[in-house]
C-alpha cells in the first residue's frame, strides 16, 4: 500500500515536473515563432519592392522605346511626304522671287513719283494702308515666301495708281473747297485747301493766289465789318475809307466791293441832295452864280439827273425873269427921268 502511494506520489511529482517543463518550452517556442515572423516579414517587403522596381523599369523604359519606335516609322513617312510637298512648293514659289522684284522697283519708284504731288499730306489714310501692305511684303520675301510677297506689292501698286488717277480731280475740289471757305470767313479750312492744292502742284497761280488771300483774311475782315458799321451810321466818307483798306489788301474781297460799292452811292445820293438844295437856297437869293456853281456840282455827280438839269433851267429862268425886272425898272426909271426932265424944261 504504502509503496503503491509512493508510486503514486512520484508519479504526481514526475508529472508536475513535465507540466512545468512543457509549460516552459511552450513560451520559448511562442518568442522564437514571434522572432522568425519578424524576420520572414521584411525579406517579403524587400522582394515585393524588387519586383516592382522591375516592372517600373520596363514600364519606364522599355515600353516607351517601343512606342517610340512605332512613332518613329510613322513620323519618318510623314516627313518624307512633307518633304515631297515642299519640294513641289518650293519650285512654285521660287518662279514667283523675279516676279516679286520686279513689283517692288515698279512700287518704289511709283511711291518716289507720288511723294512728289504731296499724296502723303492729302491721303494720309490711304498712303498708311499703301506702307503697312509694302511692310507686309517685305516681311514675306525676308522669308522667301515670294508668293505672297509679290500679291503684296501688287495690291499695293494698284492703291498708288488710283491715288495717282485722282490728283486731277483732287486739285479741283481743294481749289473749289478753298474759295468757299473764304467766302465763309473760315481761315484755318481755307489755309488748308490751298496748301492741298499747292502740294499737288506747286506752280498753280490759283492756290498761290487762294492761300496769299487766306493768310490775309483776317485783316480784310476787320476793315470790312469797320466800313459796314460806319454805313450803317451813315459816315459814308469813313465807310468807304474802311472798305477802300480792305480791297487794298483783297481787291477780290465781294463784302468789301459791294460796301464800297454801296457806299459810295449813298454818298453821292447825299452829296447831290444837298447840292441841290443848297443852290436853291442861293437862287432864292438871287446869288445866282453861286447857285449855279452848285447846280453844276450836282451835275457832276449825277450826270444824267434831271433833277440837276432841271434845277438849271429854273436857274435860267429866275436870271431872267430878274435880268427883265431889272430892265424893266431901269426903264421906268428913265421914263421917269426923262418925263421929269421934260417937266423941268
Known amino acids: 500500500m504504502k509503496e503503491i502511494m509512493s508510486e503514486e506520489s512520484e508519479s504526481i511529482q514526475s508529472n508536475d515536473h513535465n507540466a512545468e517543463e512543457t509549460e516552459k518550452k511552450t513560451v520559448y517556442q511562442q518568442r522564437l515563432d514571434r522572432r522568425q515572423?519578424?524576420?520572414?516579414?521584411?525579406?517579403?517587403?524587400?522582394?515585393?519592392?524588387?519586383?516592382?522596381?522591375?516592372?517600373?523599369?520596363?514600364v519606364v523604359f522599355l515600353l516607351p522605346r517601343m512606342v517610340n519606335e512605332d512613332e518613329a516609322s510613322t513620323t519618318n513617312q510623314?516627313?518624307?511626304?512633307?518633304?515631297?510637298?515642299?519640294?513641289?512648293?518650293?519650285?512654285?514659289?521660287?518662279?514667283?522671287?523675279?516676279?516679286?522684284?520686279?513689283?517692288?522697283?515698279?512700287?518704289l519708284a511709283k511711291i518716289d513719283e507720288l511723294e512728289l504731288s504731296g499724296v502723303q499730306i492729302w491721303a494720309q489714310p490711304e498712303w498708311k494702308k499703301i506702307n503697312t501692305i509694302q511692310n507686309e511684303g517685305d516681311t514675306a520675301y525676308l522669308k522667301r515666301s515670294y508668293d505672297v510677297a509679290a500679291a503684296s506689292y501688287r495690291t499695293a501698286m494698284q492703291l498708288l495708281v488710283d491715288l495717282e488717277v485722282s490728283i486731277p480731280s483732287i486739285l479741283q475740289q481743294s481749289l473749289s473747297q478753298g474759295q468757299e471757305a473764304i467766302l465763309l470767313q473760315n481761315k484755318p479750312l481755307a489755309i488748308s485747301n490751298f496748301e492741298t492744292a499747292l502740294a499737288i502742284d506747286g506752280t498753280n497761280q490759283l492756290a498761290k493766289t487762294g492761300l496769299d488771300r487766306a493768310l490775309k483774311l483776317d485783316k480784310v475782315i476787320a476793315f470790312s465789318n469797320q466800313g459796314k458799321q460806319l454805313a450803317d451810321e451813315k459816315e459814308w466818307a469813313g465807310s468807304i475809307e474802311a472798305f477802300q483798306a480792305a480791297l487794298a489788301i483783297d481787291s477780290n474781297w465781294?463784302?468789301?466791293?459791294?460796301?464800297?460799292?454801296?457806299?459810295?452811292?449813298?454818298?453821292?445820293?447825299?452829296?447831290?441832295?444837298?447840292?441841290?438844295?443848297?443852290?436853291?437856297?442861293?437862287?432864292?437869293?438871287?446869288?445866282?452864280?453861286?447857285?449855279?456853281?452848285?447846280?453844276?456840282?450836282s451835275l457832276s455827280i449825277a450826270p444824267d439827273s434831271k433833277e440837276g438839269q432841271q434845277a438849271i433851267e429854273e436857274l435860267e429862268i429866275q436870271r431872267r425873269i430878274v435880268l427883265t425886272k431889272s430892265l424893266k425898272y431901269k426903264a421906268l426909271i428913265a421914263e421917269v427921268n426923262e418925263e421929269w426932265d421934260n417937266a423941268e424944261s
Open 78 to 107: 510623314n516627313v518624307d511626304e512633307t518633304i515631297a510637298e515642299q519640294l513641289q512648293l518650293d519650285d512654285a514659289v521660287l518662279a514667283q522671287k523675279p516676279i516679286a522684284q520686279a513689283l517692288l522697283s515698279e512700287l
Open 37 to 58: 515572423a519578424q524576420t520572414v516579414r521584411p525579406i517579403i517587403a524587400y522582394a515585393l519592392l524588387g519586383s516592382m522596381a522591375l516592372i517600373l523599369i520596363l
Open 254 to 297: 465781294k463784302p468789301a466791293l459791294e460796301g464800297l460799292t454801296s457806299s459810295i452811292l449813298s454818298n453821292d445820293e447825299e452829296q447831290f441832295q444837298m447840292s441841290l438844295s443848297e443852290g436853291y437856297t442861293l437862287m432864292k437869293e438871287q446869288k445866282f452864280e453861286e447857285a449855279e456853281v452848285s447846280f453844276r456840282k
